[in-house]
């Protein structure tokens, strides 16, 4: 770390700002150069915000600070975003936390994965103004590679039926899917891992009790890494799995300062995984926890998407409602008509 040289009055400028930006993150480091006379110049006082400590706003959490001479301070710092696919997948399945808040419950989430990623930018840019663009994104699950020979499957295997067969092609299509629609607005799909289907699989499959095991670590890895590479970044993961916390609390002790988590709400999780005590409370982010259900608006797929003014469940036309007219869900519709 860089001690910062300034005169006298500057330095005490610096400490009033920092004092005042209480609500600031840190670990955003500040790219300042000194002046030819060794001494230092404030760009940008709103720039002061992002380099002082979140909670602290002491003097000596400023980072490297170099002040160019007369110039406004820029800082850079982008959102890297870590997505367990295997956990939002089923969170968007039908009658999952997000389906529950849309005009058809019983239908999987149309996650709009661009308006997710402008969403949360927005969310870390509130606390961390320097953190203005998108870094990099992976999406981590595993879909099953079907042996060519799968539909001969109930013939050769005992207990397999027609009805598995179909049921698993149409599930590895959903998650090809929307493995793709993260692709396509610039994900990496490296972490994404394709097993063979195995016959003892199809059968835990069945029975519900096939774990995916790379997943969460994948996670992990990759938001350890790119946290510890890009310190000065905003780093998010988007998990429902509350083992990955103390995973990433030991591998990156920082971690309060500059990560953040995008979940269903704890409550919800709480219901889900009654096994696991997920408790948010027992990790300190600096950055509040995103949680998916309050911005379902915000990250729906469609044309024109609306909040219905009786019910609040949220839907998608491809035609705008009149300005003038009230968004009303189909289900209100049909009880007023
Ligand atoms: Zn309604």
Redesign the pocket.
Known sequence: MRALRVKKGVEAAIKRHAAGWQGCVAGVTAKIETNPRGTAELGDSRHLGAICDSDKGRFDQLTIVRLRNNEEVTIVAQLNIFIDGSWLFKACAPERALAGQT?WSDKAFQLDFARLDENLLSHAHAAAPSCDRLGSRYLSTSIFSLPDNFDDWPNEYDGVTADDIARTRQGVLARERFVDSAVSVGYSDRAVYRPRMKGWILEKLRSKRYQEKQVDATVVALLVRSAITGPDDVHVVITGDADVLPAIKVAYPEYSKNVFIATTHPDELLAERRQTAFSLSQFDFAIAPYYLQDHTAKILRGEHVYT??????V?ARPKPIPAKARP??????A?RT
């Open positions: 005009e219905c003014a009786h019910c609040h469940k839907f009303c869900c189909f289900t209100c519709n009880k």
